[in-house]
T-cell receptor, first 122, second 107 residues
């Protein structure tokens, strides 16, 4: 059974930083690209990063590029998201998500963690 | 960026009703579209991938169709557990983008 367990969410002041983690089990972690998707309170889903199985290529939307960094440690089956220069609008539940396919981003995400809450407020 | 527009944003329906949700992409995305169901306080759940393929374990009353820019999610006979919010997502190009969501409520 696939399990994805996020941690690291917290209350942080504007301009602060956090590192989110997602511990994976139940599948060959290094074979799958992974992503982070966030959801602000009462709002829809927003994709905020993606990383290939090897970790060699990363992707970001413009809204977080330069502030967020996704990485992975395949030896520990763990995905990370370093979030810097946090703003109030970054307040959200952050989910890690596993790609359905080992070879394409096309089919979407078939497994999701339970999410970790990041609150940016003074 | 590819914009994904869902309609309606909300719908009220009764158990047993047929419900149709549409998703339109701002440019062609082939069949690289997924549909998710999300219940309050829970993570999204994949229902349909590659526009029309039913994810394992998902009831057959859910179906997806379309290609290019216009896509549809249909719930054939609405069940009590189907009251939730539904999102489409394109994976044709980065950045990956989601539709704004459609909330299916009880009439």
């Amino acid at each position: 059974e696939v399990q994805l367990l996020e941690s690291g969410g917290d209350l942080v002041q504007p301009g602060g930083s956090l590192r989110l983690s997602c511990a994976a089990s139940g599948f060959t972690f290094s074979s799958y690209a992974m992503s982070w998707v966030r959801q602000a309170p009462g709002k829809g889903l927003e994709w905020v990063s993606g990383i290939t199985g090897s970790g060699g290529t990363t992707y970001y939307p413009d809204s977080v590029k330069g502030r967020f960094t996704v990485s992975r440690d395949n030896s520990k089956s763990t995905l990370y998201l370093q979030v810097n220069s946090l703003r109030a609008e970054d307040t959200a539940v952050y989910y890690c998500a596993k790609l359905y396919s080992t070879s394409s981003w096309g089919p979407g995400f078939d497994d999701w963690g339970q999410g970790t809450l990041v609150t940016v407020s003074s | 960026d590819i914009q994904m527009t869902q309609s309606p944003s909300s719908v009220s329906a009764s158990v047993g009703d047929r419900v149709t949700i549409t998703c339109r992409a701002s440019q062609g995305i082939g069949s690289w579209l997924a549909w998710y169901q999300q219940k309050p306080g829970k993570a999204p759940k994949l229902l349909i991938y590659s526009a029309s393929s039913l994810q394992s374990g998902v009831p057959s009353r859910f179906s997806g169709s379309g290609s290019g820019t216009d896509f549809t999610l249909t719930i054939g006979s609405l069940q009590p557990e189907d009251f939730a919010t539904y999102y489409c997502q394109q994976a044709d190009s980065f950045p990956l983008t989601f539709g704004g969501g459609t909330k299916v409520g009880i009439k």
